[in-house]
């Protein structure tokens, strides 16, 4: 997770993240209320004995966005690093070797670095585990493609990793249009016996159709959320386990808030709950709980 230092609302990513919101406080405010909800959200799962690896940012360059460092990295259990082509020019300054030094030194080996963000030039994105859904066990990866989620750079990683590839598109309604999602990880979250999914979200019959036969090939429950419950970031979630062995999911308030006592029934028989408090990284940064930890394998 990154610490943020200077947190604030990007327009460069406004153009296609119909969640973002400006907030009538100065950049100082936001960056402090930010730096609250962060390291309580940090508390709450070192107290749940997970273990989180906190690298601060740094105020220059200049990047709004470090606090969601899922988007330019993902690891993998064989040691490999990916790093991401991102959409906006000044989420690209995210991409430090000094956090991989650090995630090295703490006896977390990288064997290899795979780097995609050439293909920035070419004007081709795929921003890391926002792009990916990623069943690391079966191996499967889904990806609503957007200006964000290239179709042909999720297929070749999908081969370098020996991933079966589900893409389709996925849209919400913004000023009376559909327009397409800007991450795939606001309106999915895959976990080891199910899946929280916005099928609405999936206009077309064959791309709806393709998801849920793959979720039910492998064993996954699905629990359906709302496209106004996908807006509340309910979708947005991550499935983690602790050093002992046990399950949680981690859930953002405003999330939890969403569901219904059915759809919070179905989750809990599964793990236990960690809901944290980030409304205002949520409304600024347009994303949510999910997008604030990259997790290291």
């Known amino acids: 997770m990154i610490e943020p230092v200077a947190f604030g609302f990007n327009a460069q990513t406004a153009v296609n993240n119909y969640f973002q919101q400006k907030m009538a406080v100065s950049e100082s405010v936001i960056q402090e209320q930010a730096v609250v909800e962060f390291n309580a959200m940090v508390k709450q799962l070192r ?14 360059p200049h990047t709004p966005d470090s606090i ?3 988007n330019w990295v993902s690891f993998h259990e064989d040691g490999r690093v990916v790093l991401y082509p991102m959409f906006a020019e000044n989420r690209r300054n995210e991409r430090r070797d000094t956090v991989l030094r650090v995630i090295e030194n703490k006896k977390h080996p990288i064997t290899d670095v795979i780097d995609y963000s050439p293909f920035e ?15 690391r066990v079966n191996k499967i990866a889904y990806a609503a493609l957007s200006e964000r989620t290239d179709k042909s750079l999720f297929l070749q990683f999908c081969h370098d990793f020996g991933y079966s590839a589900i893409h389709f598109t996925a849209n919400q309604s913004v000023g009376g249009s559909r327009l397409p999602i800007y991450h795939t990880n606001v309106m999915m979250c895959v976990a080891d016996q199910y899946a929280v999914i916005c099928l609405d979200s999936i206009d077309r019959d064959e791309d709806r159709s393709a998801v849920v036969d793959s979720l039910r ?5 699905i629990i359906g959320i709302s496209e106004i419950q996908m807006h509340n970031f309910a979708g947005n979630m991550l499935q983690v386990e602790n050093s002992v062995g046990k399950q949680f999911l981690v859930m953002s308030q405003t999330a939890f808030k969403s569901l219904n006592q059915e759809q919070i029934d179905r989750l809990s028989a599964y793990n236990d709950f960690i809901v944290v408090a980030i409304p205002t990284i949520e409304r600024v ?13």
């Open 285 to 297: 940064g347009g994303g949510s709980a999910r997008c604030m930890m990259a997790e290291v394998f």
């Open 121 to 135: 030039l070419q004007q081709l994105f795929l921003e890391g585990t926002g792009s990916l859904i990623l069943d």
């Open 217 to 221: 090939k492998t064993g996954k429950e």
């Open 47 to 60: 107290t749940n004995e997970l273990d989180v690896l906190v690298v601060k940012d740094t105020i220059e």
């Open 68 to 70: 969601f460092p899922n």
